[in-house]
């Protein structure tokens, strides 16, 4: 492989970090969320996955050499677009965003996850407001590009 064409294919491979991922194996099938992979074994690890038998692994890391295709599922939820936005509305320091955790927590009370706001009260409430606003931005970007 070429220079351009190596650091083109590990490009396209970042791009998929945090997407849904279908990993077929030369004896199972694996889908879950894209978290890391090595970059000479070409190894992944997976986080939420489910194999083709429906049993649930929070984390697996599968061995590159068993791997015979990565399929792109869905989109990653940009956590730290939703950061920034939340950013924008609280005091510097107050959102703080863990990309290992694919956590946002907010004055250390209201934890956010693509899955949603956990906490109640008006700050939640106010949290909740943006996170919903930035699903609707996102689905309709979403829907743009599949029209291109």
Known sequence: MSQTAESRFFKEMAGLLNAKVKVITSDKIYEGTLLGWDRKSMSVCLGSAEDDEGREYPKIIIYGNTILELIETGRAFDLKALSEDLAKLFPKGEVQYSPEARVIMVLN?????????????????????VYERFLEEHESEVEIEEEV
């Open 109 to 129: 009370k209201i934890k956010v996850t693509e899955f949603g706001v956990e906490g109640s009260g008006p700050l939640a409430e106010r949290i909740r407001n």
